[in-house]
T-cell receptor
Framework: GAVVSQHPSWVICKSGTSVKIECRSL??????MFWYRQFPKQSLMLMAT?????????EQGVEKDKFLINHASLTLSTLTVTSAHPEDSSFYIC???????????????FGNGTRLTVT | GQQVMQIPQYQHVQEGEDFTTYCNSS?????IQWYKQRPGGHPVFLIQ?????EVKKQKRLTFQFGEAKKNSSLHITATQTTDVGTYFC??????FGAGTRLTVKP
């Protein structure tokens, strides 16, 4: 159980175009989804947190107009990289969390990530 | 915002040796979670610690949460090649530590 599907797994696009990445929770309802960016051999940098039906909360330094996040349902969140540039090339990975269970928080379940290359 | 610092950044051990990674927060945490990311893979949840002073074990892995709930550690006894990967801790707001990359020499 607790499978998160992320699509596409890799994408190559031209500079100036937009790319949409989908993140779906397949067998549970994700009340919260998180989007991360990971550079090679580095940590996961949290970009934004989204709750179903509300606007995403972006981390400091992340341009909300460039990285559009939509969490329209309890099983789907999308990240759109608008007007992509080569410096946006990276590994983007989403994670989803269901409702809280007792003390603490439910664990994050990660998608397999999307490798974005902007030429 | 709440940040978690993690050390060491890298650790190379001989198979059979022990390994420990440490996580420290500037603020009190309500919980801490540990994840493992294998090379080329995505992070996988290992465990969550909630109580002050809590210790949990998973076979050769021992997880501790400090009394002040500001630090945590992951200790692996007698490492195996299957332990290779990067171990991350994450605080309440799901901001991850820098991670500790473990390599194991057979």
């Amino acid at each position: 159980g607790a499978v998160v599907s992320q699509h596409p797994s890799w994408v190559i696009c031209k500079s100036g175009t937009s790319v949409k990445i989908e993140c779906r929770s397949l067998d549970f309802q994700a009340t919260t989804m998180f989007w991360y960016r990971q550079f090679p051999k580095q940590s996961l940098m949290l970009m934004a947190t989204s709750n179903e039906g509300s606007k995403a909360t972006y981390e400091q330094g992340v341009e909300k107009d460039k990285f559009l996040i939509n969490h329209a349902s309890l099983t789907l969140s999308t990240l759109t990289v608008t007007s992509a540039h080569p410096e946006d090339s990276s590994f983007y990975i989403c994670s989803a969390r269901g409702g809280g269970q007792g003390r603490g928080y439910s664990p994050l379940h990660f998608g397999n990530g999307t490798r974005l290359t902007v030429t | 915002g709440q940040q978690v610092m993690q050390i060491p950044q890298y650790q190379h051990v001989q198979e059979g040796e022990d390994f420990t990674t440490y996580c420290n927060s500037s603020t009190t945490l309500s919980n801490i979670q540990w994840y493992k990311q294998r090379p080329g893979g995505h992070p996988v949840f290992l465990i969550q610690l909630v109580k002050s002073g809590e210790v949990k074990k998973q076979k050769r892995l021992t997880f501790q949460f400090g009394e002040a709930k500001k630090n945590s550690s992951l200790h692996i006894t007698a490492t195996q090649t299957t332990d290779v990967g990067t171990y991350f801790c994450a605080g309440d707001n799901m901001r991850f530590g820098a991670g500790t990359r473990l390599t194991v020499k057979p």
